[in-house]
């Protein structure tokens, strides 16, 4: 991650803290304080990324509905699956042990 990156990283988490609406405007102003040169599109790409958006919420947020949602849904719909495909490959292992034995390969032998 650039340096103008991270500024303008920081400056949003700024706003965000101090409950002010993330503007390109206000970005901008933050970043010339800090002395960080900052290209002009990124002051618009964040202040519409975080439109309308509760940054502190996201931040607190991060990942738990995504990862939960899917977690549950194939723990439901694929818990039989999941318990088929384990006894089969146990199965597996327990033929290919068996083979190795009958041709005299037991790793004590």
Same mark, same amino acid.
């Given at each position: 991650?650039?340096? $103008?990156?991270?500024?303008?990283?920081?400056?949003?988490?700024?706003?965000?803290?101090?409950?002010?609406?993330?503007?390109?405007? +206000?970005?901008?102003?933050?970043?010339?304080?800090?002395?960080?040169?900052?290209?002009?599109?990124?002051?618009?790409?964040?202040? +519409?990324?975080?439109?309308?958006?509760?940054? +502190?919420?996201?931040?607190?947020?991060?990942?738990?509905?995504?990862?939960?949602?899917? $977690?549950?849904?194939?723990? $439901?719909?694929?818990?039989?699956?999941?318990?088929?495909?384990?006894?089969?490959? +146990?199965?597996?292992?327990?033929?290919?042990?068996?083979?190795?034995?009958?041709?005299?390969?037991?790793?004590?032998?």
């Amino acid at each position: 991650m650039s340096v $103008a990156e991270r500024a303008i990283s920081y400056a949003s988490l700024i706003l965000a803290d101090d409950d002010v609406a993330i503007t390109a405007d +206000k970005l901008e102003a933050i970043t010339k304080a800090a002395g960080v040169a900052v290209e002009a599109i990124y002051f618009s790409l964040f202040a +519409k990324a975080f439109e309308g958006k509760d940054v +502190k919420e996201l931040l607190l947020n991060v990942g738990s509905a995504t990862a939960a949602a899917p $977690a549950a849904g194939g723990a $439901a719909a694929g818990g039989a699956a999941a318990g088929a495909a384990a006894a089969e490959e +146990k199965k597996e292992e327990s033929e290919a042990e068996e083979s190795d034995e009958d041709m005299g390969l037991g790793l004590f032998d």
